[in-house]
């Protein structure tokens, strides 16, 4: 197995990148499970709380009842969140209605419209004719969490992959320092340091992932370990000779 990665570092083709992007996949994929877990346990408290807003009637794409009306509630994750984030649930059927705040997250029906507020991300919709009931409100739920956990995903993914790049190309500048402390005979090239720059950063991200509940690490702490071990990959490793 160390010859074929030791080989693929040599003579591989590409930057590496794949790697990068499979460990973001993975690290979003634990993140978004795990919000989604702490999700199912909010969502009785999230329901019981629409409940007090409900029902309302619509004609003509507008709530005509309950008339000038003001109900808010704010919610947080869980009793113990002590962050201020929060979930906004209104309802505002006054004429002179102010709007929505695009980093207020939450559901906002309004007399005319209702907003869907995501990060990054404000969805405007008409109201639909009828009475807006429990089950009603629940499917708009769903449709929201829906939204949010795409957009949650496709955020952190990026945000991920072009984290671990930058970890990657530092990881690359403090390899072609040590190889020139160490003096290495081998050809300097940019595409093998990405190479193992990439694995490296990609499997202890991953690593720290699996074993992060039992020893944290930050962010900058797997970096000092990613250049320790690049570091004495160019010393010790085959590869640079």
Request: aromatic share 12%; net charge positive.
């Amino acid at each position: 197995m160390m010859n074929k990665i030791v080989n693929y570092i040599r003579q591989g083709k590409g930057q590496g990148l794949i790697f990068l992007l499979a460990a973001a996949v993975l690290v979003t994929i634990f993140a978004v499970t795990f919000v989604k877990y702490q999700y199912n346990d909010f969502r009785p408290q999230l329901i019981s709380a629409m409940d007090e807003m409900l029902p309302f009637t619509v004609q003509n794409g507008q709530i005509v009842e309950p008339k000038d009306s003001y109900k808010k509630i704010d919610l947080k994750l869980s009793g113990e969140d002590t962050s201020n984030v929060s979930i906004a649930l209104v309802l505002d059927t006054r004429d002179d209605a102010s709007n929505v705040a695009p980093d207020a997250y939450g559901l906002y029906f309004m007399k005319d419209k209702f907003y869907i507020v995501s990060p990054n991300k404000v969805e405007r919709r008409a109201l639909s004719d009828g009475i807006w009931d429990k089950q009603k409100a629940e499917e708009l739920l769903d449709y929201f969490v829906g939204v949010l956990w795409l957009t949650i995903s496709v955020v952190m993914l990026a945000v991920l992959f072009l984290l671990f790049l930058i970890k990657t190309l530092i990881v690359v500048l403090f390899g072609k320092i040590a190889f020139k402390i160490f003096q290495k005979k081998g050809p300097l090239e940019f595409s093998s340091f990405m190479r193992l720059g990439a694995i490296i950063v990609a499997v202890i991200e991953t690593i720290s992932l699996m074993f992060g509940m039992i020893v944290p690490i930050n962010g900058l702490q797997r970096l000092l370990v990613e250049i320790v071990v690049a570091v004495v990959f160019v010393n010790k490793g085959k590869i640079f000779e």
